[in-house]
Each structure stands twice: as C-alpha cells, then as structure tokens.
C-alpha cells in the first residue's frame, strides 16, 4: 500500500526566512507520480507543482523549490523568503494511477 | 486544466438528515473522484464516480451512505445519507481530464457541519 508521511505537523516562522516542508513516501510501483498541493483557509485546493518517478531534477517555480530524491524516498518543497500569503496547509500526495494518497499536511504559518 | 463548480460550499445539516453535493465540470473528463477532509485532518479517497455505472468505493466507505451519480462526462454528485456529526467535514470533487493526464484538479469543496 502507498504511504506519505508528512512529519511535521505545523511550523512557524517569521516572514522572509526560507522554509522547507517535508515529504517521505512509500510505494511499490516503479512508476508514480508525486505532487504539492497548498489549501488555504477557504478551503480549495491548489495545485503546486507534479514530478514523475522518472525525473529526479529539482524544480525552481519562483520562491518555491522542489528537491526529489528518489534514494530516499522524499520529495521535500522549500519556499525561499516565505511572505504571510504563504500561510496555508501543505499537502504532499502520491498517485496510484489516478487516485492520491495524500500526507496529513503541514500547517505553515507565517508571521510578520 | 479544469474549472469545477461544487455546490453548496458550505452548509449546515441536521442528524439524520440527507445532502447532496453537486460537482460540474467545464469540460469533458475521463475521471471523477470524491474525496473527504475531516477536521483537521487529510484527504481520503471516498469512490471514483463513474459514468454510467456504480461508482467504486474505497476500503470503509459504502453505498448506502454515500450514494454517487455520475450521468455524463461533466457532473457527477455525492449523497451524504443519515447524517451524524461524524459526517461533518469538507467534501471534495476532483477530476483527471484524460487517462493520459496526470494531474488532479480539485473543487473548491463543500464544507459540511451536522448538527
């Protein structure tokens, strides 16, 4: 059975500093992929960003970053500069075909 | 991508009573899936709503409770039957466009209080 653990329940830092959420994941399939989504206090789920299990590049999309390291199994997300928008619950999901299996979330906040 | 409607966003339900939860999409999509968010908590796979035949539900979720339609590409809905304050949650559609694709698109969810 697919698993991401997301062990850090909730992190708090003041804005500007850079900040890095992670993503452990278990899966027996040689092919899957993984995702971030962010949900803010209205509830809707964001998309952030989608990497296969064939491509272990690391992604800069602005402040954000990604770093997938298959070796470990991890697949952690670092926002640089972190701003109070950033304030949100961050998912980490791993695909089973089509289905996610999603993480229990860390809740980033970001004060001034 | 996908733009999808989900309604209502939010109410508030009495024990024992039913809710239906409306999901339409802007286009045509292979699949649609419901998943619940209780408080506090992650999402879970509820079913995956298929088209013109029952939906298939996951390990801990039945029929009964969650009834699913799915009568074309574009809508599908979700029953909350007999609800308890156990039901109180956020409630979420979420679409894959084509069986190639490889992203998720999800509602803004329907935010579910039973009292």
């Known amino acids: 059975a697919q698993k991401v653990t997301q062990a850090q329940t909730e992190i708090s830092v003041v804005e500007k500093e850079d900040v890095t959420l992670d993503c452990v994941y278990e899966?027996?399939?040689?092919?899957?992929?993984l995702f971030w989504y962010k949900q803010p206090p209205s509830g809707e789920l964001v998309f952030l960003i989608r990497r296969n299990s064939f491509d272990e590049q690391n992604e800069i999309s602005g402040r954000y970053s990604w770093n997938f390291q298959k070796s470990t199994s991890s697949f952690n997300f670092t926002i640089t500069a972190s701003q109070v928008v950033d304030s949100a619950v961050y998912f980490c999901?791993?695909?089973?075909?089509?289905?996610?299996?999603f993480g229990t979330g860390t809740q980033l906040k970001v004060e001034l | 991508s996908a733009v999808i409607s989900q309604k209502p966003s939010r109410d508030i339900c009495q024990r024992g009573t039913s809710l239906t939860i409306q999901c339409q999409v802007d286009s045509q999509v292979t699949m649609m899936f419901w998943y619940r968010q209780q408080p506090g908590q992650s999402l879970t796979l509820i079913a995956t709503a298929n088209q013109g035949s029952e939906a298939t539900y996951e390990s801990g979720f039945v029929i009964d409770k969650f009834p699913i339609s799915r009568p074309n590409l574009t809508f599908s809905t979700l029953t909350v039957s007999n609800m308890s304050p156990e039901d109180s949650s956020i409630y979420l559609c979420?679409?894959?466009?084509?069986?190639?694709?490889?992203?998720?698109?999800f509602g803004q969810g329907t935010r579910l209080t039973v009292v």
């Open positions: 979420s679409v894959v466009p084509g069986l190639s694709s490889t992203e998720a698109f």
């Open positions: 999901a791993l695909s089973e075909g089509h289905k996610l299996t």
């Open positions: 899966t027996r399939d040689t092919t899957y992929y």
